[in-house]
């Protein structure tokens, strides 16, 4: 069983030769042929302890399970399941395995599952072609973790998010048009800038279709930008904490990944991007396509920094985008990005409810299933409305009163009144993380405690508390002591002290992971379980290796502004091999008019759109369209001069000097300690990439 885990794990971050691009968030498909039989994939992995099954039996009898609206809700307007559960990507990986979940299908409680994530996890398993509005608005979902909707217009559709990978979205296409006759698609709308919800366009439309003018793709002001830029500076250390958060390594087990709380997971195939040739600018925009009339509602600083409802008036139905999806979502996603505003979502969603809500029959999104019935969509836009309010209100309460981001995980509760309402459950976010990130947001990681504010690192830090705690063999015996009577957070305050002094110490990162395996049994959040089910991995295993995931397909390439891609060799520049070095270098790309100076000093490379120095060292000119080349990794600046495609006028010398600072990044540092292979065991090294090249971009889906 472990060699069929370890070559998924393999084709989960491999990069194809074939240039196939991991579509977003986990990507690839982990199977564990022992998931039905409820084996653990893991030697080294237990079962849930007596403490979890208290638990989770606790939790049965708690939880409202006696609700089974959602159930019902998500099975309503069924038309067809298809015969297979397996799509392919045109590389030749799967792309999307629907039956690697089969095992949630059995009706079996799981202890090594959180009863409200189960729950979850199951619904989450409709897998079809759905009716919303009749004859009107369908959705299929099951096919990733977004839903794709079709809304039928007097001769095609309107595409609503097509998903992460085009070979998904060309199977939910192909599946709308062979039971519902077929229709081209007259229009695409991207709700949002997140990967999972423009990724698939290239399945659904032809570019040259958009550019023409016959095909629209609509979205919020702002789309294109933070469709890359989010993921560009930080995108290394993104893509390899998407490994916790995502449970990259996690099999498809009832001891590993069950599920992504707004869907499954992300499909591994091709990611694309077409950009719009239809912006919302306004807060409320009216359009009307092939005699469907809409209102787009612009919702930025949401769950994403461009971001829009729709509204359509005939069919007295809301379109929610990832604003509302019946689960709170993340404030702060544990893979990284900037901190969300929670009061302006609130406000947002509270928008709607006054401006759509009386009137809507109907409420479908980006994830999950529709609520139908007016009072039931209210109930839900209000109960997603007072959550988010509520966790800003009395997390900034908590904090006027002298709780601190370090404390506030263990202070702040939801009122029980929003406890028993699912849609208030924190599938996707959690109230632990994102009580500390509203805290973040307005005050920032400090506690105001000066040992804090500058502390030494914890692998400087923990030799001191191993020593003081009398050596290794005292913290494992306290340590397994804890984990005896069920204390995890206890026993895993000092055994990580003790991973940390000692990262070679096999019997306590064994221990750690066993602790972490256990809080991550008892997690409701897929986020957090995945990151303590995927540190306990590690832990026992080691990080993985072999290529990281290529994200940097044509269309990411083409969509990343070039002063992004200066902005980005900054952050890649070896600040210490800069060292007194200084010079001046313009850069004119003529094909798209654009300028810029680049300047080289104090050890800092900047760069100034629109300008040009009077006195550069070195002036570089060369088609924006061969620099996209570059950008890609198809050509180099050399092979360039060579073809007569590039222009150095000046000293070449510093150019050759700027080149020698920078770094390509990889995804191979540790996050827990001791887990990185030792010398021996590295992979053969990748052919060396050339250090213009963009940095691979951190995909962002469903967060």
Known sequence: MKACIIK????????????????????????????????????????????TVELQKSLRKTLPFEDRRDFEESKRGLIATPAYKTIMADAGNVAWDMGSYDFLLQGKEFDSVHPSLQRQAILNMAYGLYEVVPGKIYQVRGFDLANISFIKTNTGWIVFDPLAAKETARAALELVNEKLGKRPVIAVVYSHSHADHFGGVRGVVDEADV??????????????DHAIAENVYAGNAMTRRLYFQYGVLLPRSPFGHVDQSIGKNTAAGNLGLIEPNVYINQPYEKMTVDGVE????????????????TYFPQF??????????????????????????????????????????????VMFASHTWPRWGNARIQEVMRTQRDSYAHLHNEVLHLANNGVTINEIQNVYKQPESLKKQWAAHSYHGSEEHNSRAVINRYLGYWDANPATLAPLSPKDAAPLYVEMMGGSAKILAKGRELYKKGQYREAME???????????????????????????????SPSMRNSFLGAAYELRHGMPTGASPKTNGPDMIRGMTTELWLNALGISMDSKKAADMNFVINLSTPDNGEQFVIEMSNSALTNIKGQQAKNPNLTVTLNRSDLERVMGGQTTFDQ????????????????????????????????MPGTKPKAAQKPVAQPAKDPFAAQEIAITAGE
């Open 8 to 51: 998924s794990v393999v084709c989960a971050i491999g990069v194809m030769s074939s240039g196939y691009v991991l579509a977003a968030g986990g990507g690839g498909v982990v199977s564990d042929p022992g998931a039905l039989e409820g084996k653990h994939f893991d030697a080294k992995g237990n079962a849930p302890s007596k403490y």
């Open 211 to 224: 550019k023409s003018g016959k095909v629209k793709i609509i979205a919020p002001a702002g789309f294109m």
């Open 294 to 309: 809409m209102e787009f509602q612009n919702t930025p600083g949401t769950e994403a920094p461009a971001e829009m409802n």
């Open 316 to 361: 007295k139905a809301f379109w929610a985008a990832e604003n509302i999806t019946g689960t709170i979502h993340n404030i702060y996603t544990l893979r990284g990005a900037l901190v969300r505003d929670s009061l302006a979502w609130s406000k947002n969603i509270n928008n709607a409810l006054y401006r759509y809500g009386n009137e809507s029959d």
């Open 494 to 524: 000092i055994v990580n002290k003790l991973v940390y002094a000692q990262p070679n110490n096999v019997p306590a990162k064994d221990l750690l992971a066993d602790i972490f395996e256990q809080i991550g049994y008892q997690k409701e």
């Open 640 to 671: 360039l001069q060579a073809q007569g495609k590039v222009q150095f006028d000046g000293d070449r010398k510093v150019f050759d000097q700027l080149r020698s600072t920078l770094t390509v990044f990889v995804p191979d540092f540790e996050l």
